[in-house]
């Protein structure tokens, strides 16, 4: 599909619909929304090529709210719809939306298939470990023995930890950002959509009503520099309020060393590699050590055919090998006798 | 050599062990009956075990033709020839053989181990030595060994020799009705092209089968059916499934539109899958999805991308797929859900044939859910009504639920096929792009049929929003209104309920105007009731046959047929469903048929029924 040049480039304000918005004053749903408004603007995105998909949830009233092609579709399948629109469409710009109970519970098997399949979209999913529409359950990715309404006595799930599940499917692209760094989350933002394939961006997002904090330490200015890592590809992982604190690998083990104490130095450090998958699948269970920082970045990317590349190039073989088909010989068929 | 007695029709049940080769076998007879010109159906009946034991009740395997010189609407009731390959298909189809009819027994599969499989007591003889076969025409073959003396002087192994076995079988049969052997051994070079040696073992063997019949005159003549009156033209043979596919690619051609074809494997309807993974070179794009949901959900993507979309699959998807039918009803996109309909509920009887997912198709969604139901009435019917099915879907913007079954899918018949020019087209109209500042676009402003316009993500000018909750009139935002949503349900039915003004009427199909008795069926039962009712009908009786297409909506004039009958009988492979419908749309009191075995109705059932209710008059 060709497309004409766009003469006038659209502001972030021109993705922005009539509609109301309607989440809760304070939610962390408000910064993802206008990051993304402003990546579209900063991408120099044609409303008219760009189509948002969401499940059910919260986040997943984001397509109301873009001035783009949208489609609010059921609970857990956004994952189909999009598969099926790129196999109709491969050249449109798709940004999928989801949370963490659309996406890794009713949807999880969805979250699994595109991820592996690799489709070329940018999935968002926003993670706030609670389950907000329907006011308060613990979610798929809520902490053990969490206390929410349908657990006074706390919760026996055990917690997914989404960048795993994410890297055990196979995706080409696993990220992680946080709605209270729109800095973060805009370059992120930025290099989902330069990746060519399913595109896994985790955000954090607070719930403010009924999970109100659950990353402050991640997010917040007093704790975020000791507990926040950001990964660089090519960088040494260091963290810190003054970038004093490197993480090692010792073995398989990751281990936190202080720069300052003269005992390591940068060299020492493990540099992170985005093409590694086994160095990613270490990073992404750093949540899961005690006293680890939390990686935030790109955890892994690497090139990979999208499905709709293989699809339709598979369609040109057949054609180029059989020919394009026949209607009349097709329905003829091999074997045919006359009565007169 | 004997006399050469001639039929007018015959039913034949090839039956065997899954590796004997009765679907081949069978398939092949069929093809060489066509090609002589006589009229035909076929019914294959497998285990529902891909490789159930060997010599077991449970891996018995049967193809069931019914050929003849007179239009043959039924794979036919009872059999008047049993090829039987061991003791466990002649004990499970013994049943049906007609008094007197024919047995071709194979009695290398009758030995001890064989009966003992078959489940015949213990130290019982074999059935083709004591007094069990009496009254029956029965021939005893030692297939296995003449089979393998004739291959003595071949390299082939002995399970490669044993493989030839249906060809003997099939030999003989060709030399019991005066059939020539060429169609067959095209086939055969052709399908062992690159293996010469099996190629040779197995035109050696069909040829033994025949000369056998011939030299040994073990049948005392031969057997002719002469060719049926069909109308002029040249034919093929088609399954329901390979029809159904046939009729979808022909709908994407005939519509412009590349095919879309979102499944997940489910016994009866994956040959559908199979047969459109072959036409890629027709633009056609299958996706096995992850799950039912999925499949549906991925169609539904596709068809808001401008494809022609289609899923399918049989009861328990059909239920998996509830929900994102609904939001298709909700979206109002062109779509086509197939279901090849099974012996339910649950996993029921996956391989038997059932006609119990009406209701579950008419009503099965949450909330107020209309749309479009059309059925399939026989092999041949399933590309016609796959093509109406796409033309009501694209025309309509609307989801449409397409029935077939396990009868219908696996099912063949001869087709006289049209040409692709001689069909009419499909006219899919798109929203057009909007440059500059006119009025804003609203996706769901309908014309007189209430109709909105299909607009594609990449149109220019036309960027809007769809989705599951209830929507405002005309802008399609998000409502939560008490007015619109009442005014929306309603006019939702009101679609689809129009749709009734763009379908043709409902013709009888035979019989009187007005009558004793209205023969009301739909789907599958047509060939059963056809076959029964133009009896009847050639003996004087008052009985008329219509057989409905179009199940939601009704054609427009069904209440005024239905007006011109004493009574009405609906019979159905299922407890009642079409039956509640009719009922609740004409408050008519209607007769009920219902046979729920997993089989087809016989015509011997039909009739008798038939002649009860017009007894009662």
């Known amino acids: ?340 | 050599m004997g006399v050469t007695t001639i039929k007018e029709e015959i039913t034949i049940k090839f039956a065997g062990d899954s590796g004997d080769g009765m679907q081949l076998t069978g398939t092949l007879f069929t093809e060489n009956t066509a090609i002589k010109g006589m009229d035909l159906a076929t019914f294959p009946d497998f285990p529902a075990e891909i490789r159930a034991p060997i010599g077991t009740l449970a891996g018995v395997s049967g193809f069931q033709l019914h050929f003849g010189s007179r239009i043959i609407y039924t794979p036919g009731d009872d059999y008047d020839v049993l090829v039987a390959m061991n003791a466990a298909a002649l004990k499970t189809n013994l049943g049906r053989l007609k008094k007197g009819g024919t047995i071709i027994a194979n009695t290398d599969g009758f030995d001890k181990k064989n009966l003992r499989l078959a489940k015949f007591e213990d130290g019982a003889q074999s059935p083709l030595e004591d007094d069990t076969l009496e009254g029956y025409d029965v021939f005893k073959i030692d297939i296995t060994k003449l089979t393998r003396a004739c291959l003595v002087d071949t390299s082939l192994g002995t399970k490669e020799k044993d493989r030839c076995k249906n060809m003997f079988v099939l030999g003989f049969l060709y030399w019991r009705y005066s059939r020539d052997l060429d169609p067959t051994i095209q086939y055969l070079k052709t399908k062992f092209k690159s293996k010469p040696e099996i190629l040779k073992a197995n035109i050696m063997v069909l040829k033994a089968g025949y000369h056998y019949g011939e030299t040994t005159e073990t049948f005392s003549n031969q057997v002719e059916v002469k060719s049926a009156p069909l109308a002029k033209g040249v034919y093929r043979s088609i399954m329901g499934n390979q029809a159904l596919v046939l009729g979808l690619v022909t709908a994407a051609q005939k519509s412009g539109l590349p095919l879309f074809y979102g499944s997940y494997p489910i016994t009866p309807a994956s040959d559908i899958l199979h047969g459109l993974a072959r036409h890629k070179n027709f633009n056609v794009k299958t996706y096995q999805a992850e799950d039912e949901i999925a499949a549906v959900c991925a169609a539904i993507g596709a068809a808001y991308g401008g494809n022609l979309a289609v899923t399918g699959t049989s009861g328990p998807g059909l239920a998996l797929k509830g929900e994102g039918i609904g939001l298709a009803v909700m979206l109002e996109l062109p779509l086509v859900i197939v279901d090849v309909q099974r012996g339910g509920p649950s996993t029921g009887l996956p391989t038997k044939t059932e006609q119990s997912d009406l209701l579950q198709a008419v009503y099965g969604r949450n909330g107020e859910c209309p749309l479009p139901v059309i059925s399939i009435s026989s092999p041949v019917d399933a590309f016609y009504t796959a093509i109406e099915a796409c033309r009501i879907a694209v025309e309509h913007m609307v989801p449409v639920i397409l029935l077939s079954d396990g009868y219908i899918a696996n099912g063949s018949e001869p087709w006289k096929f049209p040409k692709a020019a001689d069909l009419p087209a499909i006219e899919a109209k798109f929203a057009k792009e909007r440059t500059g500042n006119g009025e804003h676009f609203l996706p769901y402003r309908r014309d007189e049929r209430h109709v909105r316009e299909w607009a594609l993500p990449g149109t220019r000018g036309l960027a809007h929003r769809i989705g599951g909750l209830e929507k405002e009139a005309e802008t399609g935002e998000v409502s939560y209104d008490p007015p619109n949503h009442e005014y929306m349900v309603k006019i939702r039915e009101a679609k689809v309920a129009r749709i009734a003004e763009h379908i043709p009427e409902q013709k009888i199909l035979n019989g009187p105007e007005e009558g004793d008795l209205l023969v009301l069926g739909w789907g599958s039962t047509c060939g059963v009731i056809e076959s029964v009712t133009r009896d009847l009908v050639s003996h004087g009786h008052k009985v008329a046959h219509v057989q409905l297409r179009y199940i939601n909506p009704f054609p427009r004039n069904l209440g005024d047929i239905l007006n011109n009958f004493k009574k009405i009988l609906i019979p159905e492979i299922n407890n009642g469903q079409l039956s509640k419908v009719i009922k609740s749309t004409y408050l008519k009191p209607v007769e009920q048929y219902n046979k729920i075995q997993g089989i087809p109705i016989t015509k011997a059932e039909l009739k008798a029924q038939i002649l009860q209710v017009l007894k009662a008059n």
């Open chain 1, 1 to 340: 599909m060709t497309k004409p040049l766009t003469i006038n480039p659209l502001k972030a304000k021109d993705f922005a619909t009539d509609q109301d918005v309607r989440w809760c004053p304070g939610c962390g749903d408000y910064s993802i929304l206008k990051q993304v408004q402003s990546v579209f603007a900063e991408l120099g995105l044609d409303k008219d090529e760009v189509v948002v998909i969401s499940g059910i949830g919260c986040s997943s009233r984001f397509p109301y709210y873009t001035e783009t092609y949208g489609m609010h579709s059921i609970h857990g399948r956004a994952p189909a719809f999009v598969s099926g629109l790129k196999m109709a469409n491969p050249d449109l710009d798709v940004w999928m939306v989801t949370g963490d109970g659309d996406g890794l519970a009713i949807g999880g098997n969805h979250m699994m298939h595109i991820l592996r399949r690799n489709f070329n979209v940018n999935i968002m999913l926003f993670n706030n470990q609670i389950y907000g529409l329907t006011k308060g359950q613990y979610s798929p990715t809520s902490e053990e023995y969490k206390k929410t309404k349908s657990s006074p006595y706390g919760s026996l799930d055990h917690p997914i930890n989404p960048i795993a599940f994410a890297l055990g499917c196979d995706a080409s692209y696993v990220a992680r950002s946080m709605d209270r760094d729109p800095k973060h989350l805009k370059a992120m933002l930025h290099r989902s959509h330069k990746h060519k394939g399913a595109a896994f961006l985790e955000i954090y997002q607070n719930c403010n009503i009924f999970n109100d904090g659950a990353f402050f330490e991640f997010t917040d200015k007093a704790t975020k520099a000791d507990r926040a890592l950001f990964v660089e590809h090519g960088q040494p992982l260091i963290f810190g309020k003054d970038q004093e604190m490197g993480i090692r690998l010792n073995g398989l083990q990751p281990e936190i060393v202080n720069l300052k104490h003269g005992l390591f130095t940068e060299d020492d450090l493990w540099i992170h590699d985005e093409r590694d998958i086994h160095k990613a699948n270490i990073l992404a269970r750093f949540s899961e050590i005690s006293g680890l920082p939390r990686p935030f970045g790109v955890i892994y990317a690497i090139d990979r055919p999208t499905y709709e590349e293989v699809a339709f190039a598979q369609l040109d073989d057949v054609k180029s090998v059989k020919g394009e088909g026949n209607l009349d010989q097709l329905l003829a068929g091999n074997m045919n006798w006359e009565i007169k």
